[in-house]
């Protein structure tokens, strides 16, 4: 089969899913239609938002399908109509059978995780929180469960000691793009087929949590490291500066661990506490070891560098994170 005359239907919603379709798109494969998730409002005026997907789909011309639900009569029945021969999901929903069992090459998905691990919502964020020392992506056929179906190709990639997931998710993004195409080539011509995954006690990777983000500067301060470069730049870990009945939110955007001084009264001194020359130098005590902070936002404000930062934050050692 040549590949302008397999008909593929592409489902995906945030920025993640728009590099794969353009590689397709690029790549000269039919895309007979794009599924995404409805417009919802968003921010302070609560203006429809049109998903990343979207916008890309409406850029291309490309045939648009929005479900409320994917078991609606009349979605089915569209989505029938189209006649593909392969599905693609990227960053999508839970599709039900009626749907993914659908077209006769089937349905494969891209995830970014080396499955068996981190099967969920946030693999790549979770990755960089556990301190793993590689992640990548993984294609593989969906059935009844999340994650779980037979495993097509993977594409592995180290991470870096001051990875964060922005750096990790755009790598991903693009390591995914060349992966659903080498996936849909093999399927097309018969020479890809899934092997079961094989798993004992594989790492979740659930939805992201408002406590999560929130910093307990009684943790581990490596662990504390971990967890802002695993959620920076987006949602971001938060904690608030207290001085008396003052309080100022903030987030926090970098850091690195360090030891405890041990010296003087720091090493005495409760977790949140803070040390700083007042000029380039922040560090939190945390339940073990120090934080030093390196980029921060106050709620209102721009990101800064600490050094910028302190520059209009007066006595910090006066004030204490909670």
């Known amino acids: ?171 991903l993004m693009h390591m995914g793009a060349k992966l659903v195409l080498e996936t849909v080539e093999g399927l097309m011509e018969g020479t890809l087929k899934p092997h079961p995954q094989k798993a004992e006690n594989p790492k979740p990777a659930p939805k992201l949590t408002k406590e999560l983000s929130h910093i307990n500067w009684e943790s581990n301060a490596l662990e504390l490291e971990r967890l802002i470069r695993g959620l920076s730049p987006y949602p971001g870990t938060f904690t608030t500066l207290v001085k008396g009945n003052q309080t100022v939110n903030v987030k926090i955007f970098g850091a690195k661990a360090l030891e405890a001084s041990g010296e003087g009264s720091a090493s005495k001194a409760l977790p949140g506490s803070i040390i700083s020359n007042g000029k380039s130098s922040l560090k939190v005590v945390c339940g073990e070891g120090e934080l030093e902070i390196l980029e921060i936002q106050m709620a209102g404000k721009r990101r800064m560098k600490i050094s910028e930062f302190l520059l209009g934050f007066r006595n910090p050692e006066e004030y204490i994170f909670k």
């Not at 089969?1 to 995906?12: C, D, H, N, T, W």
């Open 1 to 171: 089969m040549e590949k302008e005359s397999l008909r593929i239907v592409y489902m995906g919603t945030p920025e993640f899913a728009v590099a794969p379709l353009e590689s397709l798109l690029d790549n000269g494969y039919n895309v007979v239609g794009v599924v995404t998730v409805p417009d919802k409002p968003a921010g302070r005026g609560q203006r429809l938002g049109e998903s990343a997907v979207k916008l890309f789909a409406k850029e291309r011309g490309l045939n648009l399908l929005q479900p409320p639900l994917l078991r609606d009569p009349d979605f089915l029945a569209s989505l029938e109509a189209l006649k593909a021969d392969l599905f693609i999901v990227v960053a999508f929903r839970m599709l039900p059978k009626v749907v993914w069992s659908m077209p006769r090459l089937g349905t494969f998905n891209l995830h970014g995780s080396l499955l068996p691990q981190y099967r969920g919502a946030a693999p790549i964020n979770w990755a960089i929180i556990n301190g793993e020392s590689s992640s990548g992506v993984t294609t593989f056929m969906i059935d009844e469960e999340i994650d779980t179906g037979g495993i097509l190709l993977q594409r592995e990639t180290p991470i870096a000691p001051d990875e964060t997931v922005g750096t990790l998710y755009d790598r």
